[in-house]
């Protein structure tokens, strides 16, 4: 079976967890997040938790750890994912992923650096699977988001979700 065939078998609408890893973002300030969200629904998914948390990478490995009792089939996180030594999200989630999806990190760094250049390959934008779960890490900057979520998350899902429940 092709990738379009499995395709055609994915669930079209995901029960998604948004996380938003941040020292200063309230739910007011927080429009990376609030993006993420907007966007999963316009596109059929449903957002059944969203948390805003501090960028502590014990915080987060507990996070998603907690998110095992929740019926969440994808966690999207952001912000966390750059190289200060504040930032522990990459950290965090390789303690957590069981299979990391290598592409995602790659071609969000490709599709970045046609955007804003040399900077691009700072970002630790990482995806994989934990207990038949997706769990994607993006930068926390609005363009950021919106350029993963329209490029590559919300064209792939279901598809991803259909894989690693298989």
Same mark, same amino acid.
């Given at each position: 079976?092709?990738?379009?065939?499995?395709?055609?078998?994915?669930?079209? #609408?995901?029960?998604?967890?948004?996380?938003?890893?941040?020292?200063?973002?309230?739910?007011? *300030?927080?429009?990376?997040? #609030?993006?993420?969200?907007? @966007?999963?629904?316009?596109?059929?998914?449903?957002?059944?938790?969203?948390?805003?948390?501090?960028?502590?990478?014990?915080?987060?490995?507990?996070?998603?750890?907690?998110?095992?009792?929740?019926?969440?089939?994808?966690?999207?996180?952001?912000?966390? *994912?750059?190289?200060?030594? #504040?930032?522990?999200?990459?950290?965090?989630?390789?303690?957590?992923?069981?299979?990391?999806?290598? =592409?995602? !990190?790659?071609?969000?760094?490709?599709?970045?650096?046609?955007?804003?250049?040399? /900077?691009?390959?700072?970002?630790?934008?990482?995806? !994989?699977?934990?207990?038949?779960?997706?769990?994607?890490?993006?930068?926390?900057?609005?363009?950021?988001?919106?350029?993963?979520?329209?490029?590559?998350?919300? /064209?792939?899902? =279901?598809? @991803?979700?259909?894989?690693?429940?298989?």
């Amino acid at each position: 079976m092709g990738h379009k065939e499995h395709k055609d078998k994915a669930p079209e #609408r995901i029960r998604c967890f948004v996380i938003t890893v941040s020292d200063s973002r309230t739910e007011e *300030t927080d429009t990376s997040g #609030r993006l993420i969200q907007e @966007m999963l629904k316009e596109n059929n998914h449903e957002v059944v938790d969203y948390k805003i948390i501090k960028d502590d990478q014990k915080e987060i490995k507990k996070l998603l750890e907690g998110a095992e009792q929740k019926s969440v089939q994808a966690i999207i996180i952001n912000g966390g *994912t750059g190289i200060s030594r #504040r930032d522990s999200t990459f950290e965090a989630l390789s303690l957590v992923l069981e299979k990391k999806i290598d =592409g995602f !990190g790659e071609i969000f760094r490709y599709l970045s650096y046609q955007e804003i250049g040399s /900077p691009a390959m700072m970002s630790r934008a990482i995806a !994989g699977t934990s207990k038949g779960r997706i769990i994607i890490s993006i930068p926390g900057s609005k363009s950021a988001v919106r350029l993963a979520m329209s490029k590559l998350i919300l /064209p792939e899902l =279901g598809h @991803m979700v259909f894989e690693a429940n298989r």
